[in-house]
């Protein structure tokens, strides 16, 4: 089963059964960053990645980040990946088979950019 990641219209209302928070002062143009890893073991798991963004400390450049999430063992992508621009909070419903998952954050745009954020399982 292949996981989705899409941008949310409404909010949530289920028990969490987990929380994950991560911080990114600063994520220059071009690298990307990982956060810890989490475990699910439902046959089908939900959850929600809510993020912000913003310029990091001395930048001047428009936001770009890109969120997708990958297989903590081997790197590789199980969701589609979703590119959010500019200074903003947003939340991005997933659905993931059972497995050991990390969020991967790539900075795509032209400055230092600040993620934090909080991943949470239902």
Known sequence: MKGSLRTALKRS???IRQLITFLFPTIFPGTSVVTRSFRVTQLVNN???IVS???A?????TP???YQLVNAGTGLPVTNSITVTGT???V???VLPPGTFRLRIANSG???VRVEGVILVF
């Open 13 to 15: 209302t289920t028990l």
């Open 47 to 49: 959850g929600e990645v």
């Open 53 to 55: 963004q913003s310029r």
């Open 57 to 61: 400390t001395g930048s001047t450049a």
């Open 64 to 66: 770009v980040v890109r």
């Open 88 to 90: 903003r909070i947003v």
């Open 92 to 94: 991005l419903p997933f």
């Open 110 to 112: 032209t400055g230092g």
